[in-house]
């Protein structure tokens, strides 16, 4: 069975562009997360979807970051315009179910490390 | 203070050698999770822990909910266990959020 899939692995852009990065969860799952994680640190949560409604995006700067999962499969994130400050590698996570229905493990992608230069 | 501390921050071992990475933290949890990655790679969950101890392999963990503490121990360390170890807590309070500690970056040299 497929794990979490990102795309793309690596992106470098300069400050001001917009840049996007896509996350296909293990199929079934309808708890989506997306995290940043810097250097050195542990992940951070941006954004939590239950199917295709956002339930938790309390850390989600959202002058700049945007996130959908229109289908309540894939989902994609946003950055526009970027900032130096966003170099990190954003994580993807998937689970069968929310945390709110009890804990559950939660499986995560390989990640997309972005370098804003 | 973060709600997630681990230590050591770095762990530098010997081929062979017994590795154990700390985990403390201070709000009430309904699970907590150990976590492995490797450099340039995603997560992987090793454990999921609610109570006592578990084992896979030469890895165990165990959790102290009085203490509020957890451990993660590696027996018979390799040199392919160099990763970041995180420690990852499931806060009650918060709606079940997932919360993680800083890491703790494990080399085994050969």
């Known amino acids: 069975e497929a794990g979490v899939v990102q795309s793309p692995r690596y992106k470098i852009i300069e400050k001001k562009q917009p840049v996007a990065f896509w996350c296909n969860p293990i199929?079934?799952?309808?708890?989506l997360y997306w995290y940043r994680q810097n250097l050195g640190q542990g992940p951070e949560l941006l954004i939590r979807?239950?199917?295709?409604?956002?339930?938790?995006d309390s850390q989600l700067p959202k002058d700049r970051f945007s996130a959908e999962r229109l289908k309540g499969v894939d989902s994609t994130l946003k950055i526009q315009p970027a900032e130096l400050g966003d170099s990190a590698v954003y994580l993807c996570a998937s689970s069968l179910v929310g945390p709110g229905a009890g804990a559950d493990t939660q499986y995560f992608g390989p990640g997309t490390r972005l370098t804003v230069l | 203070k973060n709600e997630v501390e681990q230590s050591p921050q770095n762990l530098t071992a010997q081929e062979g050698e017994f590795i154990t990475i700390n985990c403390s933290y201070s709000?009430?949890?309904?699970?907590l999770h150990w976590l492995q990655q490797h450099p340039g790679g995603g997560i992987v969950s090793l454990f999921m822990l609610s109570s006592g101890k578990k084992k896979h392999g030469r890895l165990i963990a165990t959790i102290n909910i009085q203490e509020k503490h957890s451990s993660l121990h590696i027996t018979a360390s390799h040199p392919r266990d160099s990763a970041v170890y995180i420690c990852?807590?499931?806060?009650?309070?918060?709606?079940?959020?997932?919360?993680f500690g800083g890491g703790t970056r494990v080399l085994v040299k050969p």
């Open positions: 709000v009430g949890i309904s699970a």
């Open positions: 979807y239950e199917n295709e409604e956002a339930v938790d």
């Open positions: 199929s079934g799952h309808n708890t």
């Open positions: 990852a807590v499931v806060i009650k309070a918060a709606g079940n959020k997932l919360t």
